[in-house]
């Protein structure tokens, strides 16, 4: 029996299934923490692309507040950041920028299309030079549909992300 | 205190022109800094400036992140569908600038708006205008790294918001000042609310002062930083608080009165030194005679009548052209409509404040430090939305 046990192939297989046993005993907990750490910081970048950027302001204010969800209006570097809401219309002229920014983020990074526009292109649909929608470009996590969205539906969709990234698996 | 303003000026001035004099285009010196559209201060704006040393020498803006084709989107809408997308280069000042649309329409037509309708569009006007300026002060303040005075407007805006969220229905954007009137009725008990929210918020107006406006640390970041002359201002085009700032007591409310305008007492608020702290601190006294203006509104208003002209389901006016403009947040904002006859514009041009005041920002870059960039930048009352349409 010890030499069936000791036979090249069933040792590897008896390693590798203690493997998988070993990485999800550490991975779980571990992948929880981290995804715990990313929930509650997440830091937008501050582009603002149209004018749904005053409902995002007044989300940052006093009454909403969306601190409260560990969102800050981060004023650093795009290298701390993993948000970006696209707040409103992408014309063509700030599309390359939206596509520059973003991939100069480092992973992980989420993307929140906040208004009409961002997500169709909205009122703008026939304008010669709006974007029907970012998902063109970048890879949307959430939409928060409203033109504007009132700051309760920016926050119901923060905590959407949130939701997911919960449940998102660590590579 | 205005001894020590202006003779703080007047050693600005010496400052800058030795700054001017001292500079030699010598293109191995200069940085390049490319400021915006993903920059904390720029917004939806971009704009190249070159660097000598601390100085600034060259100033290129960069305008257009926003542009959507407004104006071209009017040709093929109807006069009442065009307000809608209009109203969405300033959602927070949406009341102003579907005002002058309204009032353009309506001289090409040709209708007359019931009284308590001019009443209740002046009022939502002046709501606005302080729900804009608050914004505005809002950003300033975080600009200069003043923090409670982006949390104080932030709530304070919220209470004018509600009013109009009542009155309206939607938090910033109305689409409630058309052409023939104002959609609706207000709602019970809204000038008791009003009359109620003015009296406190004139009370945290004071508040503003003191630990704003009186800050002396904000005193000594605007105070004689970016002089705009009053020949300068009148030559460059600038409108609104910045022109009222250097000096010239220009309001369209008082010099072209729409509407009820020529009823209601009040005065036109101008500084007459033209820095940075003077373009703060003129909006600041509007918000002050916007909360005179919006009582007398509230008094003088009929009890009851129509809101509304009745209009054609369809409207059109004969063929020609038509121009009005009104006193927004931001200064004067016109339309200029040319019909041809049929329900639909021919052509539609947008004159904004953002554009005219922005023309004025490398005249008053050149020669200042980097370090006044956002004391500068932002008191030209710019909203980057606006001025690309």
């Known amino acids: ?171 | 205190m205005a001894g020590v303003h202006e003779s703080k000026v007047d050693e600005a001035i010496e400052m800058g022109m030795q700054v001017v004099k001292e500079y030699t285009a010598d293109d191995d010196r200069l940085m390049t800094l490319s400021v915006g559209p993903q920059h904390p201060g720029s917004g939806h704006f971009r704009f190249t400036i070159k660097l000598d040393g601390d100085y600034i020498v060259y100033c290129d803006p960069d305008p257009g992140y926003v542009h959507r084709g407004e104006e071209k989107m009017c040709e093929y809408r109807n006069f009442i569908q065009n307000i809608p997308h209009l109203e969405r280069p300033v959602i927070h000042d949406s009341a102003n600038i579907t005002y002058s649309y309204s009032l353009a329409v309506e001289q090409l037509v040709g209708i007359e708006v019931p009284r308590r309708g001019q009443f209740i569009r002046a009022l939502t006007s002046e709501l606005d205008r302080q729900v804009y300026t608050l914004y505005w002060l809002a950003i300033y303040g975080i600009f200069l790294g003043h923090s409670t005075m982006f949390m104080w407007p932030t709530a304070d805006r919220e209470l004018f918001i509600d009013l109009l969220d009542s009155l309206t229905g939607a938090r910033v954007t109305h689409a409630f000042n058309i052409p023939g009137g104002v959609r609706n009725d207000v709602p019970e008990g809204f000038k008791e609310k009003t009359l109620r929210h003015i009296a406190y918020y004139e009370k945290r107006l004071k508040e503003y002062e003191d630990i704003f406006y009186n800050n002396p640390l904000l005193r000594q970041r605007t105070e004689g930083v970016g002089l705009l002359t009053k020949e300068d201002a009148i030559k460059l085009g600038v409108t609104g608080s910045v022109l009222r700032a250097s000096g010239v007591p220009f309001d369209v409310r008082k010099s072209e009165p729409y509407d009820i305008y020529n009823e209601i007492d009040f005065k036109v608020q101008y500084m007459r030194t033209g820095d940075s702290f003077a373009r703060a601190y003129v909006p600041f006294l509007d918000m002050k005679e916007s909360c005179n203006i919006m009582r007398q509104l509230l008094d003088k208003m009929p009890e009851s009548g129509e809101v509304r002209a009745k209009l054609q389901p369809n409207p059109k006016g004969p063929a020609g052209e038509t121009y009005r403009r009104v006193e927004s947040g931001r200064g004067a904002l016109g339309y200029y409509i040319v019909s041809d006859g049929t329900p639909r514009p021919y052509r539609v041009k947008i004159s904004v404040g953002s554009f005219r005041n922005i023309l004025a920002l490398p005249h008053l870059l050149v020669g200042s430090k980097l370090a006044d960039m956002p004391s500068i930048y932002w008191a030209l009352n710019y909203w980057p939305v606006e001025a690309d349409r």
């Open chain 1, 1 to 171: 029996m010890f030499k069936d046990l000791l036979n090249p192939t069933n040792f590897n297989v008896m390693v590798s299934k203690l493997s998988d046993v070993l990485v999800k005993a550490v991975n779980e907990p571990l992948g929880y923490a981290i995804n715990w750490g990313r929930v509650w910081s997440l830091w937008p970048v501050h582009l603002e692309t149209a004018c749904c950027s005053v409902e995002f302001g007044a989300a940052s204010g006093p009454r909403y507040d969306v601190e409260r969800f560990g969102i800050i209006e981060a004023f650093g570097s795009l290298r701390q950041c993993d948000l970006i809401v696209v707040q409103g219309t992408v014309n063509r002229k700030m599309a390359p920028r939206v596509r520059m920014v973003y991939d100069q983020m480092p992973e992980p990074k989420y993307v929140i299309a906040m208004g009409a526009c961002a997500i169709t292109g909205g009122l703008y649909v026939d304008s010669y030079n709006v974007l029907p929608g970012i998902d063109g470009i970048i890879p949307v996590d959430v939409y928060v549909p409203g033109c504007p969205p009132r700051p309760e539906t920016l926050i119901q969709g923060t905590m959407l992300l949130q939701e997911k990234i919960k449940r998102s698996k660590i590579k």
